[in-house]
């Protein structure tokens, strides 16, 4: 053994108050430590879950996290920015588009070259990324059926996901991992019959939103299932940095597409729906969820008006060049810049530390709202019922590759 | 786009409630405007942005950890706070002396009582970055592996040739 390992392994800074031992070490007569994942289906992913249980009762929940961690930020570090955007569609890959805008917005802005990107490809961008962001919340209800233990939604969910993944594809040729949005531009312009097969799906979509309302929103099970079920107060929410709709259903209208008002976002008219506590008190399970159906909602009244604007004002021209902008090498002077973005999950950030005359980021950290949505998870289950911490942990919505990174 | 709050007004009333050594630089010229602040003093700065009626910085969006290379002999950590309510943003840096021996980490104050979320953030500066947070509930490894050793955040960090018997190179 080496002197350094003596030394992680030893102590003094392998963590000396260890909360997480101490109460494994006090565990009482009628409790029992029940292990959740990393395998089971209702962790959405690689997330293991320790659960110090009294008969049914949950009254510790000990997340344990990196299952799926792929070094992103060391891999960034030794790229240029060009070819770290495939790394972060692999962050929450159920919205690659809306991760790699977030990561280009940062570099542009670092480059000064935010406000002359052309309007086309703004609204090009918009629309992927809202398209992205009912395909993530598609699956968030789908999934969240399926926890609470109804079928169908999660078939019909995904049947109309499919219909996104199709068009996005068309759009970059490739199903999840885009690589679309690029630095000063696009991969390529929209393929010619895109805006028209949109609208279509838009026409198709609307009554099946609906439908899906009628199946699960309105459902007596359901509703007894997660009606004041894992309340989160707003305070709480804040304090523990949930953002997105895990927020905006505890009643806090926080949207950055509002607040900072990114991209073409001001031009375009959206609600920001947030939780009303209809069912139950404001910030349960279901105020989560009813945000993720009124979203998905918004999001299509964006997308038509992001191809209200791409059909008629700003239609393709022989000469449009989705690449003009496209820096040859991204050649930053040394700064730091903190880029936040709305993704379908809350808010993602870039923080980027840059070098003299390279193109080579000295530092990129990425904070990913999955992260900080499930850091409440402990919080928000101590004293519920085993059944009750598979609904909640469904309504926050994690992705496993964003926690980890 | 962004609002920041006006920043000499943030170090006019850190001054006023912490003495001249309150803050230590300021960063005007950068897109966003950032504070220096001592370590000692980075809980009560914490606490007093966060509660001031005027800043009310109640939201800490990230914490980053960043190595400035062998040669500068210094960590910085970065906390990026925003305020829901005013709506404005605010960067705070500490940096920290180090010699990166591993037995000497560099070692700050936790906020993790000021922000609940600093919690997971500062375990995982702790994880990747090996930042030592003094007063953290519960710093343990989150991503890696509780054995792993080293911080491979680190410029300097060298892979090790096994993980447990396997030959990872």
Known sequence: MTAAAQVSVDKPYQGAQRALEARLAAIGAEEMVINMGPQHPSTHGVLRLQLVTDGELVKEVIPHLGYLHRCFEKHAESMNYGKTIPFTDRMDYLASMN???????GVERMLGIDQRIPKRVEYIRV?????????????????????????????????DREHIMNMLEWASGS????????????????????????????????????????????NRIFISRTANIGVLPADVAINYGCSGPMLRASGIKWDLRRIDGYSVYP???????????EMGKVGDCWDRFKV?????????????QSLQRLRHDLKRTADFDPRALVPKKVNLKAQDYYVRAENPKGELGFYFVTQEKSDIPKRVKARGPSFSNLSVLPALSRGVLIADLIAILGSIDIVLGEVDR | ????????????????????RAVVAAEHAGLQPALLVPADLLPQTCLFLR??????FDFLSCLSAVDDGPGAGTFTVVYHLASIPHGHQLTLKVVIE??????????????????????????????????????????????????????????????????HGIAIK
């Open chain 1, 175 to 218: 199903r999840m991992l885009y690589n679309y949005i690029w630095v000063g531009g696009l991969f390529y312009d929209l393929p010619v019959g895109f805006e028209d097969r949109c609208l279509e799906f838009v026409r198709y979509f609307g009554p099946k939103i609906d439908e899906l309302d009628e199946l699960l929103t309105q």
């Open chain 1, 267 to 277: 031009e375009i008219e959206f609600d920001i729906p947030v939780g009303k506590g």
């Open chain 1, 292 to 304: 993720r159906v009124d979203e998905i909602r918004e999001s299509v009244r964006i997308v038509e």
């Open chain 2, 98 to 163: 180090n010699d990166r021996r591993l037995e000497n980490l560099p070692t700050l104050p936790s906020v993790a009582s000021v922000w609940r979320t600093a919690d997971w953030h500062e375990r995982e500066a702790f994880d990747l970055m090996g930042i030592y947070f003094d007063g953290h509930p519960d710093l343990r490894r989150i991503l890696l592996p509780d054995d792993w050793e080293g911080y491979p955040l680190r410029k300097d960090y060298q892979e090790a040739a096994t993980y």
């Open chain 1, 99 to 105: 991760n790699s805008h977030a990561f280009v917005m």
């Open chain 1, 127 to 159: 629309l992927v990324c809202e398209l992205n962001r009912i395909a993530s919340h598609l699956i968030a209800i789908g999934t969240y059926g399926i926890d609470i233990g109804a079928f169908t939604p999660f078939m019909w969910c995904f049947r």
């Open chain 2, 1 to 20: 786009m962004q609002r920041a709050m006006e920043i000499t007004r943030i170090i006019e009333l850190l001054e006023t409630a912490f003495g001249n």
């Open chain 2, 51 to 56: 509660d001031h009626e005027e800043t009310y």
